[in-house]
């Protein structure tokens, strides 16, 4: 038998995913998407739905034939159980982390965020966990806490109905959860916008779709892993960078088909560079030598560097990015990998093409070229 593979548990808090996709996509969930998804992940060894399924007649057929074992949680005894069938999850969750050892990962099924403790607990006990969930009804709490986030409407063969909300204005919705929710076998309003400031400016950083902000989340984190690692950095090695730092990431949000199709794009326009790497399929990824993107930002500073400076000094580095931005109105160091412009201008002196002093009076950084390009003529006679 092949050991290599991933061994998943999948656990499903039927009810959330359900109404939600009701609700806000306006269709009926179906799990053969996750299920395609999750094989190309690795072998599904427990499947297991939480839910009172009186309320889902319908969908204990499709779930039968997933092989999906039902676990009823009677919810019209008591209105107060609402949480039974989240307790029974985790407590299953948990008995099965130390039952069978052999599972290398668990795939949580829900929006809610009181499965954030779980979640937690599960990769303290060195297991990987995945989430799968409504992009409206999840809480931000959650896809932060896992290992890797999919979100249902985003997987290949999900369908939203006419009159579900476009993911642009899904996105700032998310609630923190359904759990509580009594299911109903009617259609539902659509969810109501939730209030309490999820659509911040975090959101708008990650608009899936916004090429210039995933080429900056590339260099800035291969940049990082450049500074960390002793050796070439793999295609591999920066894809789970990306996901540890956004659990949601995923290259076909922007169009492309896998990972390495992704890094071609930038390689083609010069924001990294690739070499083969040890193993097919993965290639070492770095910044690259010369002619890049990033040598026209250095001319660009020192032309603006040379334009600003007088007879008696050079400008000061405050202000000094709001000129660039005035002769290039996109410009971002962060898109070259470096942290701040303080660095991108430490970065220009390392190489010769400016000078940077600090100045008492003007309690600042000072800028100049002139005083760099001597320096470099004396060193070429030399």
Known sequence: MTTDE???ALLIDYEN???????????TFDLGPVSDALAERGRV?????????SYFDDDRRMLTRHHVELIEIPQRMDAIRKNAAD????VDAIELCFERDYIT??????GDSDFTPLVGKLRELNRRVIGVGLEASTSKLLPAACDEFLFYESLEGVTPGRGSKPRSARRGSRSGSRGGRTPSTSTAAPAATDTNGDADADDDA??????????RQITQTLAGLNRSATGPVLSSTLKRAMLRKDPTFSEADFGFRGFGELLRHLEARKVIETTPGPAAGDPEVGFPAEGSNEEQAFALLVDVVRELQTEGSGPPLSGLKDQLRKRQPDFSEKAFGFSGFLQFCKAAKARGLVTMEWDEQADDYVLEVEQAEAAGDRRSRR
């Not at 427990?46 to 009172?52: E, I, L, Q, S, T």
């Open 45 to 53: 060894v427990v499947r297991k739905a939480y839910a009172d399924w």
């Open 206 to 215: 990650r608009d899936r779709g916004d090429i210039e902000t995933l080429s």
């Open 17 to 27: 995913l359900a109404i939600g996709a009701r609700e806000d996509l306006r269709t």
């Open 105 to 110: 990962t668990f795939v949580i099924c829900t």
């Open 87 to 90: 307790i029974k999850m985790a």
């Open 6 to 8: 991933e061994r998943i």
